[in-house]
């Protein structure tokens, strides 16, 4: 018997979202993540926002694709409360949610290899990696499936009984 499963489970029976789940949002949010972060700089806050995204479209482009990272984050969040229950449907097609975040930034990755003239850069081949080992995380991982899978409406009528 396999056992490894268990460390998926929460106190309530419930799998967790897996760690790398929340590394590909941080990825697809990143936008989102570099602008928080230029708000903390008080004298150039553009400095480090033009640092990562040369081109002022890109990184408009990408704050509005982080925006269905930062949606994907909140419906992890109601799932792990329970309490909404309106949010199964979207939570049940989180994975195809991710699948259409990725292919969105690979459009983006391309966009901004054809701004560079398809010059060679660091940025751009570490980000078509991380597109590339997120897409076979997606295909492969059988606790992401099971994680997508496991809000059920029945899970709130037992929880609702509990207290």
């Known amino acids: 018997m396999d056992f490894s ?31 928080i972060a230029s708000l903390t700089q008080f004298n150039d806050q553009s400095g480090l926002v033009r640092l990562f995204y040369p081109h002022k479209q890109d990184f408009i482009l990408a704050l509005f694709a982080g925006l269905g990272a930062v949606f994907l984050y909140g419906l992890i969040i109601a799932e792990r409360k329970r309490q909404w229950h309106w949010f199964i449907p979207w939570f049940k097609r989180g994975k195809t949610i991710l699948w259409l975040l990725l292919m969105l930034d690979a459009g983006m990755l391309i966009q901004r290899l054809i701004h ?27 606790r992401l499936h099971h994680y997508f899978n496991d809000w059920h409406v029945i899970d709130e009528q037992d929880d609702k009984k509990a207290t």
């Not at 799998?15 to 602008?35: D, M, N, Q, S």
């Not at 003239?117 to 897409?135: E, N, Q």
């Open 116 to 142: 560079a003239d398809f010059l060679f850069s660091l940025t751009y081949a570490l980000d078509a990696l991380f597109l590339f080992w997120t897409s076979i995380y997606l295909l492969k991982s059988k």
């Open 5 to 35: 499963n268990i460390t998926w489970l929460d106190d309530k029976g419930h799998i967790k979202p897996p760690y790398f789940l929340y590394i590909i949002l941080v990825f697809l949010a990143r936008g989102w993540c570099v602008f």
